[in-house]
């Protein structure tokens, strides 16, 4: 059972444009979500996160948007620049229980020169 | 760098053996985790240490099971080896890992095992 679902194996965004990264998930008890980004031979790395409480959290060129009803989430990245060239998880957890974290299968994100 | 280093990078061994994997910590990092992911996969949780005691559990075999040291390293050990146990397995930690505030998990570079 996919509690999280990244449905887009992958996506081709062109340079200077907005990359947008959809995320869904099943788990109503999820109450923190991340992004990780992931680069060939090299560990996930965390990008942004956001917690329930929040639609919206930015940092720099990414934003990662919530909507809890629908129970999707997904991350902007404008402008789209050639280093973002990626695979990208999204990932959620239900925090003060444990830190066990759920990841989506990615989405292998290409920018276009 | 995560500060977070795995060994071996790569390891080709056979079906029905045993091998181990090895993770080292962020310097400070109380938290380690170790997951699994298999080709078209997601990465799958396995398992949690927090300070040497196991404290979350993932989808984790029989065959398999890890431990925390008290120097915080962290192995695991993977036994009886099936065609489908290769994959890549990463290793993250985090400060605290205790439940509580947003406690990010930093992820080493990984182990690729291959069973032939």
């Known amino acids: 059972d996919q509690q999280v679902k990244q449905n887009s194996p992958s996506l081709s965004v062109q340079e200077g444009r907005i990359s947008i990264l959809n995320c869904d998930y099943t788990n109503s008890m999820f109450d923190y979500f991340l992004w990780y980004k992931k680069y060939p031979a090299e560990g996930p790395t965390f990008l942004i996160s956001?917690?329930?409480?929040?639609d919206k959290n930015e940092d720099g060129r990414f934003t990662v948007f919530l909507n809890k009803s629908a129970k999707h989430l997904s991350l902007h990245i404008v402008p789209s620049q050639p280093g973002d060239s990626a695979v990208y998880f999204c990932a959620a957890s239900v925090r003060n229980r444990d830190d066990k974290i759920i990841f989506g299968k990615g989405t292998r994100l290409h920018i276009l020169p | 760098d995560s500060g977070v280093t795995q060994t071996p990078k790569h390891l080709i061994t056979a079906t029905g053996q045993r091998v181990t994997l090895r993770c080292s910590p962020r310097s400070g990092d109380l938290s380690v985790y170790w997951y699994q992911q298999s080709l078209d996969q997601g990465l799958q949780f396995l398992i949690q240490y927090y300070n040497g005691e196991e404290r979350a559990k993932g989808n984790i075999l029989e065959r398999f099971s890890a431990q925390q040291f008290p120097d915080l390293h962290s192995e695991l050990n993977l036994s009886s080896l099936e065609l489908g146990d290769s994959a890549l397995y990463f290793c993250?930690?985090?400060?605290?890992?205790?439940?509580?505030?947003?406690?990010?998990?930093?992820f080493g570079p990984g182990t690729r095992l291959t069973v032939l």
């Open positions: 993250a930690s985090s400060p605290q890992g205790a439940g509580g505030p947003t406690d990010t998990q930093y």
């Open positions: 956001i917690s329930s409480i929040k």
